[in-house]
């Protein structure tokens, strides 16, 4: 069994969460402005990636781009990591490839933690990557907890390129938003995946 393997339904069972669908969790969140750089990829990309509709053109030509971004913005202070193996515990399945990972920290040969972010890419169907994304989180608390780096929030995105539906785990509740976003309210999109990594780091930039 690996990350893949896992349905919302087959996620909520294993672990015994709670799964909460009902908030707008960032609406709070302030929009932060792209760079001049990401908006001309974009404008170029965005036609291109929805053209060729693959999974690969997607996370190439619009995840990436806009993950990159958000390293940019940090002034390269996380690390993104792009179809690393992610092996937790096989014997619970938390086992097998990550489309992406965002760490806090500037090391980049290896996943470090404390890992923040999961970002799991799909083609067309974001709910059927729900569970596949939750277990992965999952796994990323416990590898925290497992090197004494845990953080109460691990936040999680499962996106098409152009629709972003995103997650947040805290404890044993997955907190699903109600909310997804689309790659013209990139402006957004930025301010939720930058918001984590800002409080973060703000004790170390103070």
Do not use: H
Request: proline fraction near 3%; charged fraction near 20%; hydrophobic fraction near 40%.
């Amino acid at each position: 069994m690996a990350y893949s393997d896992f349905t919302l339904a087959k996620v909520r069972e294993t672990f015994q969460l709670v799964i909460d669908e009902k908030r707008n969790l960032f609406k709070d969140v302030s929009p932060i402005q792209p760079s001049a750089t990401l908006t001309t990829l974009l404008e170029e990309y965005t036609q291109l990636a929805t053209a060729i509709n693959t999974e690969k053109a997607r996370s190439e030509l619009l995840i990436m781009p806009v993950l990159t971004e958000v390293r940019r913005q940090l002034n390269y202070q996380i690390s993104l990591f792009s179809g690393t193996d992610f092996d937790v515990d096989s014997s619970q399945g938390l086992n097998g490839f990550c489309d992406f990972v965002l760490c806090i920290s500037e090391e980049q040969f290896y996943i470090k933690a404390p890992v923040l972010t999961i970002v799991e890419a799909k083609n067309e169907n974001i709910k059927s990557g729900l569970g596949q994304c939750i277990a992965t989180m999952i796994a990323a608390q416990l590898f925290n907890q497992n090197t004494q780096q845990e953080v109460k929030k691990i936040y999680g995105v499962v996106t098409s390129g152009t629709n972003w539906r995103f997650l947040m785990l805290a404890g044993l509740t997955a907190y699903i938003d109600t909310v997804e976003y689309y790659i013209n309210d990139v402006d957004k999109i930025l301010g939720i995946l930058l918001q984590p990594f800002q409080s973060a780091l703000l004790p170390a930039s103070s």
